[in-house]
């Protein structure tokens, strides 16, 4: 079964919410853009998470924050109230997350920040930034897909910048492998490489159960793919560091204010970006 589109996520929350009492000001619309990709199974899971975090809180109806709270424990898990980083971690976990939504907002075609944290979840993030596409998303472009891998490498650019390159963390692992797939596909299935061109190198099996991507090339192909593949990821993330030198200034006002609150809106992170909110 395909995943819901945008309509259909907004339809499977209003059959759930009916289970539940819900403040007369909810915006359904606009939690089924927070949960891009949901299954409907999810969903359920983040009204039910809701309606329990109204019940904790002592309220006999949940509201919008309730939900888009739930949707952040779905997804990336209970915070972790134990859990406790040194203040040098800290302060790069800031500036790896700043990185990666600087870098979106410098970026045409990338979905606004909604939010961004580093409270630690029990996932093991030790932060995360939420973007929220408009609307339904069918078609990519080049630019776009470009575009998102540079918002992937933004974190890893802002720790190299900030900290230098032999004090770089662990913190990119899953940006790394998220660009490099991302990459790898716009050259070997989606035909974007002026090398390759419109000759697709890969298929991908059991779409709907892991989607399992299989080569079907020489290894002298192969090799070429890959030198490709290290050029991409190495021109977006050149990218990331040009935008992030440009605007070091609002890095480190953006870093120091999301160190200081933890939490920060979308809201709070554009006032700040555009000298609307003093820090």
Do not use: W
Request: proline share 1%; glycine share 6%; aromatic share 6%.
């Amino acid at each position: 079964v395909e995943l819901p589109d945008l309509k259909g996520r907004e339809e499977i929350l209003k059959v759930h919410a009916k289970k539940i009492k819900v403040a007369e000001d909810v915006d359904f619309n606009k939690v089924a853009r927070m949960a891009s990709g949901a299954s409907g199974a999810e969903l359920a899971n983040i009204v039910n998470e809701a309606a329990l975090r109204a019940v904790r809180d002592g309220r006999k109806f949940a509201t919008q924050a309730d939900l888009e709270e739930s949707i952040e424990v779905v997804i990336a898990g209970y915070q972790k109230k134990n859990a406790i980083m040194t203040d040098h971690e800290k302060r790069i976990v800031a500036y790896h997350e700043i990185g990666h939504a600087l870098v979106a907002a410098k970026q045409t075609n990338s979905a606004p920040v909604q939010k961004i944290t580093i409270v630690p979840r029990t996932s093991g993030a030790l932060g995360y930034t939420m973007q929220v596409e408009e609307g339904n998303h069918y078609l990519m472009s080049q630019e776009e897909l470009e575009n998102k891998i540079a918002t992937l490498t933004g974190g890893r650019a802002a720790e190299e910048l900030i900290f230098g390159a032999d004090n770089m963390t662990t913190g990119a692992s899953n940006d790394i492998e998220q660009a490099t797939k991302l990459a790898r596909s716009m050259i070997s299935r989606f035909g974007m490489s002026d090398e390759f061109g419109f000759v697709a190198f890969e298929t991908v099996s059991n779409q709907y159960l892991g989607g399992d991507a299989a080569l079907a090339c020489s290894p002298e192909t192969q090799a070429r793919i890959d030198r490709k593949v290290t050029e991409m990821v190495d021109t977006q993330y050149q990218k990331a560091m040009d935008l992030l030198k440009t605007n070091e200034e609002k890095l480190h006002q953006l870093a120091q204010y999301l160190y200081e609150h933890e939490t920060i809106t979308g809201r709070e992170f554009m006032e700040i970006l555009e000298g609307q909110r003093e820090v």
